[in-house]
């Protein structure tokens, strides 16, 4: 199984060009045999204008079949909106996490997820799927998003830690992808500042925080704070997502 993101180099490329669901598909497809898996589920719910949210604002895609694939169809309801922990796991900003069918995880949930978790889990187990990862997807104009990456191996969750770092820069990718499936006309809602957007660059070419305050003339307190405020404003969390964000939507240049 491959662990550096320099080996899927070119699927992270095509992601980021993709503008609509079935080219995404095709690529979550590709991404999921390269990490060594051998079923994948996306899911999204899109933010409405109004207060309230129209049927259909789910929406999916996946290779699951039979009662795996049930759960989809229901995930547009309050109950699955309280109780479903992927979605849980995206609305509280909960890291990317490997899990088995036993109800094992790479790290501990919350207390008031834990239940369900391990119910689902062990649900899926019954099914055929033994292990995987899941990891939280945000971007404007999304409520909430997930990706899924499974398998019937009964592999611990120790040992496919190595993998979430490949599948969560690829589920950054897939943040710019769902924001043009937004309509969006390519500005940001809440522009960066010229300060976010030289951090944001000199962190792309490889600066660390404390290199760029020599280069910026400020403290490496302040420049950790630009980075945390341009990926707030992206809507992703941590540097290396906001870098993605930033040069996929053309708002910083190398």
């Not at 922990?85 to 900003?93: C, V």
Request: hydrophobic share 40%.
């Amino acid at each position: 199984m491959p662990h550096l993101i320099d080996d899927n180099w070119d699927d992270y490329q095509r992601v980021l060009r993709a503008r609509d669901e079935p080219a995404i598909e095709s690529l979550v497809a590709r991404f999921t045999r390269k990490l060594g898996f051998s079923n994948y589920a996306v899911a999204m719910r899109r933010t409405n204008s109004g207060d309230n949210r129209g049927q259909g604002s789910v929406s999916c895609f996946h290779n699951l079949q039979g009662e795996l694939a049930r759960p989809y169809s229901s995930l547009d309801s309050p109950e699955a909106e309280r109780s479903e922990p992927r979605i849980q796991q995206a609305k509280l900003w909960l890291p990317s996490v490997a899990w088995n069918s036993l109800g094992k995880s790479s790290y501990d949930l919350p207390p008031s997820m834990r239940a369900s978790a391990r119910k689902k889990l062990m649900l899926t187990g019954e099914f055929g799927l033994h292990s995987g990862i899941t990891v939280p997807i945000r971007a404007p104009g999304i409520d909430w998003s997930f990706i899924t990456f499974s398998a019937s191996l009964r592999t611990p969750p120790k040992e496919l830690v190595p993998l979430l770092l490949n599948a969560t820069y690829f589920a950054s990718c897939l943040q710019t992808a769902f924001w043009r499936m937004q309509d969006n006309d390519g500005t940001a809602e809440t522009p960066l500042s010229d300060r976010e957007r030289e951090c944001l660059r000199w962190s792309a070419l490889g600066k660390t925080s404390w290199e760029i305050s020599l280069i910026e003339h400020i403290s490496e307190r302040t420049v950790n704070f630009h980075l945390y405020r341009a990926a707030s404003k992206l809507g992703v969390r941590g540097r290396r997502a906001a870098v993605a964000q930033a040069l996929a939507r053309g708002l910083i240049r190398l």
